[in-house]
C-alpha cells in the first residue's frame, strides 16, 4: 500500500506550496472558464473578492508568525519574518534577499515568485497581483508591528526583473 511516506518530504511541501499559491488565483480562471466574455459583469465582485482574500491571507500569516514567536521588533527582524514565513506557506519557490537593513529601514527583493509563476501557469493577468499582493504585505506587517508599514517600490507583475520592498516605521518620512 502507499502511503504519503512514500513521497520525499521536499516533494510533499513542493506540492503543498504550489496548491497554496494557486488557491488565491484558482477560483478567478474558472470563473472565466465558465463566464467566458459574461465575466467582465462580475469582475469587480471578483477583484474586491480577491482583495479581501489576500488581507485575511496576510493575517493569517501574521498569526502563524506570532504562534511562532519569530522576531517582529525592528525593520530587519520583520524582514526577515515575512521571508521566513513565505518560504514555510509558499515554499522554495520564493526568493527573497535582503538588500539592507538600517535602523528602522529595511529594503529586500524578491527575484522569484510563486503566485507570478502560477498566475502564468493559469492564462492571468499578472499586473491584477499587484494591488492584491501589496494588500497582503502592508497587513501582514501592520499586524506584525503596527508600527511599520511595508510598500512595494518595483513588482514583477509590473513588469520590473525582481520584486522591491522597503519597510519602514510608520510616519518616519
Known amino acids: 500500500m502507499i502511503d504519503i511516506d512514500n513521497f520525499p518530504i521536499e516533494l510533499r511541501w513542493k506540492i503543498a506550496a504550489q496548491s497554496a499559491s494557486a488557491l488565491l488565483l484558482t477560483h478567478e480562471k474558472v470563473y472565466k472558464d465558465i463566464l467566458g466574455p459574461d465575466y467582465k459583469k462580475i469582475q469587480p465582485l471578483m477583484d474586491t473578492i480577491n482583495y479581501i482574500s489576500w488581507i485575511q491571507d496576510g493575517k493569517n500569516a501574521s498569526i502563524l ?14 524582514e526577515k519574518t515575512n521571508e521566513l514565513i513565505s518560504e514555510i506557506l509558499y515554499g522554495p519557490e520564493i526568493k527573497y534577499k ?5 535602523g528602522d529601514h529595511a529594503k529586500s527583493q524578491i527575484t522569484s515568485c510563486p503566485f507570478l509563476n502560477r498566475a502564468k ?17 502592508e497587513t501582514f506587517v501592520n499586524n506584525l508591528n503596527p508600527k511599520y508599514t511595508k510598500k512595494f ?9 525582481y520584486c ?9 518620512k
Open 164 to 172: 522591491e520592498t522597503c519597510i519602514e516605521l510608520k510616519n518616519s
Open 65 to 78: 508568525s506570532k504562534y511562532l514567536g519569530l522576531p517582529v521588533k525592528t525593520a530587519e527582524e520583520i
Open 98 to 102: 535582503i538588500v539592507y537593513a538600517v
Open 121 to 137: 501557469e493559469l492564462g492571468l493577468e499578472s499586473k491584477s497581483l499587484f494591488e492584491n499582493c501589496s494588500a497582503y504585505h
Open 153 to 161: 517600490t518595483k513588482a514583477m507583475c509590473m513588469g520590473y526583473e
